[in-house]
């Protein structure tokens, strides 16, 4: 683990989903569905809450492997500002994936995440959310672990969700027209405008962390 400033307790937690927030696999899984299904669906919809409901979860299991798999992990393109937004918020911040992969499809972001030079900025893994229902939630991971904010591509993770200590951000990137976005949570549509705004509410005026106790997940997450 590399030294930082600061205790685990000092910094502010954030935890940020890998897919559609951090790497670009939404546009790997919108080319899959134009080039297999002959239909048109924006990257911003293909989280697997809107993409089963588009295609039906035959067909999105059908190209999981394509969208998930180790191949497809280390092709993604970063977000467009994700490698910025981790280097600023690991600066002020205690940074976490948090994914629902696990296994194979786990690994396969944490080389692309090492491939890309980016998981120096990663304090931590962890696993939860998954569409299955074993587990544990995103939001109940967050408040278990003293991570003050979440940001999720997926609106399943943020529904029912009623936890005024964990800020919930759906990324919809480059989103246009209408989203659904649940009840307390707050949408943003690119890292340009997330970013600031997110580092004001996790950071004190002058740019002191804000203190929030919690334990800290292993370095190593779970695979």
Known sequence: MRKQRGGPAERPGVALDYDGVIADTNTIKSRWIRRHLRRDVPPWETDRTNCVRLIGIEDYLRMAPDAYG??????????????????????????????????????????????????RHIEGYLTGGHANGQGEGKAALCAKH??????????????????????????????????????????????????????????????????????TPRRGGRS
């Open 146 to 215: 003293g991570i003050r904010a979440l940001v999720d591509d997926d609106e399943r993770h943020f529904i029912g969700v009623d936890d005024p200590g964990v800020l919930r951000v759906l990324f919809k990137n480059g989103a246009r027209g209408r989203v659904k976005v649940p009840r307390g949570s707050k949408l943003f549509t690119g890292w340009a405008d997330l970013l600031p705004w997110l580092l004001a509410k996790l950071t004190r005026k002058g740019g002191r962390p804000t203190p929030r106790a919690g334990a």
């Open 70 to 119: 180790w191949r497809a992990s280390l092709a993604a393109r970063p977000v467009p500002g994700a490698r910025r937004a981790l280097r600023t918020l690991a600066a002020r911040c205690r940074v976490y994936l948090l994914t629902a992969r696990w296994g194979s499809m786990l690994r396969g972001c944490r080389a692309w995440l090492r491939q890309n030079g980016l998981d």
